[in-house]
């Protein structure tokens, strides 16, 4: 894997348009200047490929040497029906092992835990929703909905959202209050993998696929019905980021839209889980404007990023696509949530790591990717912190001070 730094307008333009002339995999695609351009290419383009980039004056650095190697150490472990600790979070599990798993959760704790087939993939895997609602006899929760896995080769995803899973319907069990706060104060809803052909592909044929199995795959992270096909997509089939011919063509991401709509009703939170680059994305990705509660949410996420960081100090920039990322998409499902819905907090997490292993993330940093992501999500959710904080702290800020300037008053006063 190779790491370019563009430096002018002519390398931006270059490795834009480098997949019409050499078989590449972009794992960071081309944004803004200085921003890192990540990707592989095929051995037998190599040669010409590095004489391009060298008459361009593009400035190359090699990553991981053996891609293949650095993937055969992403170890995929097998789930033991019944044996709830033989699924843990130091290996990666395929998407069979996953479902064992929540049917066992189910079986196990049936008065929290509900699984719900929300609808079928292009190759018929069904595509499950687990509802977690701990302490029933509570009145209604504000809902959130956690969406994992739509992009197939992103595997810290689901591995992060099953932990989650298992932290809320256990966190009864543990010390921490903020914990059990937060499982107990909404009503939880998961999609562990949504993409679960393509998952299910990355296992078998090809660990970099990205899209569905829809014929030559759709980008399901393009497929849904926010400014569709407006800006950074494909219209090419073959292309990565191709869109698909309308919004909501896909059957995963139909699916999806329709559990979203069922539950829209005290809708909160929509928080999607991908990977990687460690960014904090905010809607809206078609746009570089700042609209909305745009200021509110980069505040809360300043306050995630401090938490994320105080256990292996891993960083997390924030702001919208092109502040971040460094280019537009459209087409995206926490924007749809967004616009269609009104829900306040919308995030998409790009967890581990800022691209020295990227997709090929080895197991032992699956568990401190998890614990550190645990502690931001739990000040995310906190719902007892002010979510505009800084305006708060201000207001509370002249409110001292005014009253120590009447204390001062009365005490000239008596004096004199």
Known sequence: MYRAIPVNKSHIDFFS???????????????????????????????????????RGVYLTTIIDDVQSAFDKQTVKSYIRRQMDSFDWSDYFRLN????????LEKKHPEAVKLERIGLSHQNRSIIAVKILLNKNKDQRPRVIIEGGIHAREWIGPAFVTYLINQILHADSYKDKLLKTVANFY?????????????????????LWRKNRNGQGVDLNRNFGHAFGAVGVSWKMKDELYCGNRAFSEKESKAMADFIKSKSENLRYYVAFHSYGQYMILPYANSKKHVENYDEMYGICKRVAKKIAVKYNTRYDIGTAFDTVGYLSSGVSGCWVKNTFKVPYVVTFELRDNGYAGFALPPKKILPTCKETMDGVLELFNPYKDKDTDSNVAQECIYKTTWKEIMLIICIVLLY
């Open 17 to 55: 348009n480098l997949d019409e002339f050499y078989d590449v995999n972009y794992w960071r695609r081309p944004g803004l200047l200085h921003r890192a351009i990540d990707f592989v290419i095929n051995p037998k383009d190599r040669t010409s490929f590095l004489r391009d980039a060298d008459k």
């Open 97 to 104: 092992d996953i479902y064992n798993w929540l049917k066992d």
């Open 187 to 207: 009503e939880w809803y998961f999609v562990p993998v949504l993409n679960v052909d393509g998952y299910e592909y990355t296992h078998t044929d090809d660990r």
